[in-house]
């Protein structure tokens, strides 16, 4: 069954303390795989798209890194501004089409 | 460019009364979804349509949901009649092009609650 798993679901930092979110997928035929970021109150606001394996994409104090099972957002010195949820989905038509979504990780930055 | 537009924002009814949300896509785009969101089930994808054409609609719960789009710049997600465990959030989102590898666009979302 095509899945998509993120880790952790909730995640604390201080302002200038750097980390990783994580992606873990079992997609199959997977064409894409997406971040978005998601605001209380908001609908989700896409960040980057990885196609391949190795692919690294940048904004600002996020970079996106995809591998064979996984994807991570790493976050580089975050500030308050960044808390929010941080949303992953693959995409598929594999079979019948499918953007599986994950549950998210709700980050928040101390100030 | 205007994004995707919702209405209403928020809609409290209640149980048995009919509801309807309303999407406008990215003008050009020719992909529309509706997904539902709860904290415990997350994003749902209820029903997406191609060229207004309802192309995959297994994710809708049961008869009392439906959708239209009657043209490219329009759609409806109506719940008739409503139940309390429909309450949640209703985005609509619109996308261009190879839906397995483009990006979605969301609109800000209806939060529906069902007394």
């Known amino acids: 069954e095509d899945q998509v798993t993120q880790s952790p679901e909730a995640l604390r930092l201080q302002e200038g303390e750097s980390s990783s979110l994580n992606c873990s997928y079992t997609?199959?035929?997977?064409?894409?795989l997406f971040w978005y970021r998601q605001d209380p109150g908001k609908g989700p606001e896409f960040l980057f798209t990885?196609?391949?394996a190795g692919e690294e994409k940048e904004k600002e104090r996020l970079k996106a890194t995809l591998t064979k099972k996984e994807s991570f957002l790493h976050i580089t010195a975050p500030k308050p501004e960044d808390s929010a949820t941080y949303l992953c989905?693959?995409?598929?038509?594999?079979?019948?089409?499918?953007?599986?979504f994950g549950t998210g990780t709700r980050l928040k930055v101390l100030a | 460019d205007a994004g995707v537009i919702q209405s209403p924002r928020h809609e409290v009814t209640e149980m048995g009364q009919e509801v309807t949300l309303r999407c406008k896509p990215i003008?050009?785009?020719?992909?529309l979804f509706w997904y539902r969101q709860t904290m415990m089930r997350g994003l749902e994808l209820l029903i997406y349509?191609?060229?207004?054409?309802?192309?995959?609609d297994s994710g809708m719960p049961e008869d009392r949901f439906s959708a239209k789009m009657p043209n490219a710049s329009f759609s409806t997600l109506k719940i008739q009649p409503s139940e309390p465990r429909d309450s949640a959030v209703y985005f609509c989102?619109?996308?261009?092009?190879?839906?397995?590898?483009?990006?979605?666009?969301f609109g800000d979302g209806t939060r529906l609650s069902i007394l």
């Open positions: 349509f191609n060229n207004n054409v309802p192309i995959d």
């Open positions: 989102a619109s996308s261009l092009g190879d839906i397995s590898n483009q990006p979605q666009h």
């Open positions: 990885l196609y391949s």
């Open positions: 997609v199959s035929g997977l064409r894409g």
């Open positions: 989905a693959g995409g598929t038509t594999s079979g019948t089409y499918k953007y599986i």
């Open positions: 003008s050009g785009h020719d992909y």
